[in-house]
């Protein structure tokens, strides 16, 4: 509908709405403010993480361009779970459970309060994808803001990230570095706030958005300490206001074209393996087809131009500097690698919003490759299929020399052993570790496995020890590791059939999985296996292993047709 205040002619349709317009005078409200819309503004400020402590001047910021641009503000809140505190804990299990509880918010507040249009303020990994999820539900005008990435730590002349400190816990283990060094590490990494620094999960999902078309141009590296952050909110809110007016939807926005784009610069820039799983989702809430081949399909059209951690040397505030997402966009429009017709929620095309920028990249930075040189020259995240996937994993390919290994499977029930045996020194080069009863139904949650990872990087065993999870990875993660397996393992994929010692095959060139165990074998393990008793029988947990969809379409608990509903 194109009435701009779809709440104030319902308040004001007679006197059967004067109990509604009562509690609006109770807030403060006057008859003219009737005739204004009503923005939602869906605040993820906690001082749980440092990735949302600072988003509050953020969401001030906001409120305030909502009424210089003649809308009513209306806040209320999302939660947040910080992966970075909870990962290698039973608490990781909440982290993605969490994005289905914002998506879940925001559709609420939005329908159950008639809001016109909401901006989303978020910073953690899970606000992301769990925001748009929400805006596509709502499907009325939106905005995200990013509350931005944090600045670096230092130590010893060397910048610190999250990562740098799961990594100096294993090269601690391994006698590499002193208990000092490993302390100051822990104290230093995280010098204040903003999302964790690298093209970790939370910057790729806030660069895909950007590229998305529902951020504003030039917003998604910006860091949050920053002042330009404030008056990036002030100017989303009041380009908002007029979506509201114009009456441009997320669904108009958010197309197979536009997720095409978002996907792309997820390529170039090195992006997080979870942007695969969030993508999935997101393309299901806004009612849009795409499937794990198109991701491989774009993978290798696209390469990949940013040298970024966490296989690459930089974090995303020196991208900033180099001139952000437009920058690494306009390389690849000019290559003809993305649909410059698509809409954005300024009413701009994505032509026209990058018509200011250069179409190659200054010479004299070193974060953003041209793109007759890139750093790969195809993109790093592959979907492997195989007898131990049949229906797609994936795994990140950037970093590592020759990205194939066979060798003997390692097997564990859960992270916390995985961790041990690592921990204890019991896993050698040529290993494939198999981390499983990890997805979405048997974690449940899917938790990421950055503490085993993180380790394996710290013994110097990134190369040479392949590992394969249902779970997911962090942002961080980067060396032989498969994730998404599936079906996943509580659902009874081969996944769940492996023994200590069978021979495993990842092989990135092949795109290929492979558990090297006859069918008549497998078949005989099949007969033999239970599904094991679900760890969690009531509460949140319990309902999303019950109703999640398979990581190979987002892990989401509204997908009633892979139910037979």
Request: proline share 5%; aromatic share 6%; net charge negative.
């Amino acid at each position: 509908m194109s009435d701009i205040n779809r709440r104030s002619r319902h308040i004001t349709e007679g006197v059967a709405r004067a109990p509604n317009r009562s509690m609006y005078y109770g807030l403060g409200y006057e008859e003219g403010d009737f005739r204004k819309p009503m923005i939602g503004v869906a605040n993820g400020h906690s001082t749980i993480t440092p990735c949302n402590a600072g988003l509050q001047r953020l969401a001030d910021a906001a409120v305030a361009g909502i009424e210089e641009a003649g809308g009513n503000a209306q806040i209320f809140g999302t939660p947040t779970i910080s992966d970075g505190m909870a990962m290698g804990t039973e608490g990781m299990k909440y982290s993605l459970v969490s994005r289905e509880v914002i998506a879940d918010c925001i559709e609420t507040c939005v329908g159950g309060q008639w809001m016109d249009g909401v901006l989303v303020v978020g910073g953690c990994d899970k606000n992301m994808p769990g925001g748009m999820m929400g805006m596509l539900r709502a499907n009325v005008p939106s905005i995200y803001v990013y509350g931005g990435t944090i600045l670096p730590g230092h130590y010893k002349g060397q910048d610190l990230n999250i990562v740098s400190v799961f990594e100096a816990v294993g090269q601690f283990t391994a006698g590499q570095m002193t208990e000092e060094d490993f302390c100051q590490i822990e104290r230093r990494a995280i010098p204040g706030n903003g999302s964790c620094g690298g093209m970790y999960t939370a910057n790729t999902m806030s660069s895909a958005f950007e590229a998305l078309g529902m951020s504003l141009p030039r917003s998604s590296t910006m860091a949050n300490p920053h002042e330009e952050t404030v008056a990036h909110a002030r100017q989303a809110a009041r380009v908002l206001v007029e979506a509201v007016r114009r009456d441009l939807k997320p669904r108009d926005i958010v197309t197979r074209q536009s997720i095409e784009n978002a996907v792309a610069v997820i390529m170039a820039t090195g992006g997080s393996t979870n942007a695969v799983l969030h993508f999935l989702a997101i393309a299901h809430a806004a009612g849009v087809e795409w499937t794990l081949d198109d991701f491989e399909r774009v993978r290798r059209k696209v390469p990949v131009l940013c040298n970024l951690k966490p296989s690459g040397e930089y974090l995303a505030v020196d991208l900033h500097r180099a001139g952000g997402i437009p920058q690494v966009m306009k390389v690849l429009l000019e290559a003809g690698l993305l649909h410059g017709d698509c809409l954005t929620v300024t009413g701009q095309t994505v032509a026209e919003s990058l018509a200011h920028v250069a179409p190659v990249p200054d010479a004299a930075q070193q974060v953003i490759r041209p793109i007759d040189r890139p750093i790969y020259a195809e993109g790093h995240l592959a979907i492997l299929k195989g007898n131990l996937s049949p229906d797609g994993c994936v795994a990140k390919i950037t970093g590592l020399k020759n990205p194939v290994i066979t060798g003997p499977a390692r097997v564990f029930d859960d992270e916390q052993s995985a961790l041990a045996a690592i921990m204890d020194r019991r896993i050698q080069a040529g290993d494939v570790m198999v981390l499983r009863y990890l997805g979405p139904q048997g974690g449940p949650g899917m938790p990421e496995m950055l503490a085993p990872t993180g380790a394996l990087i710290g013994q110097g065993l990134g190369e040479s020890v392949g590992l394969i999870t249902d779970g997911r990875f962090s942002g961080g993660t980067w060396g032989m590791v498969v994730g998404h397996v599936t079906p996943e393992a509580y659902a009874g994929g081969v996944i769940a059939l492996v023994q200590e010692g069978d021979t495993i095959t990842i092989d990135a060139h092949t795109l290929t999985l492979q558990l090297h165990v006859s069918d008549a074998d497998l078949a005989t393990r099949r007969a033999q296996w239970r599904a094991p008793a679900p760890r969690y029988t009531r509460g949140v947990l319990a309902k999303f292993a019950r109703n999640a969809s398979s990581a190979s379409t987002g892990a989401v608990l509204d997908r009633f047709e892979d139910r037979g509903a």
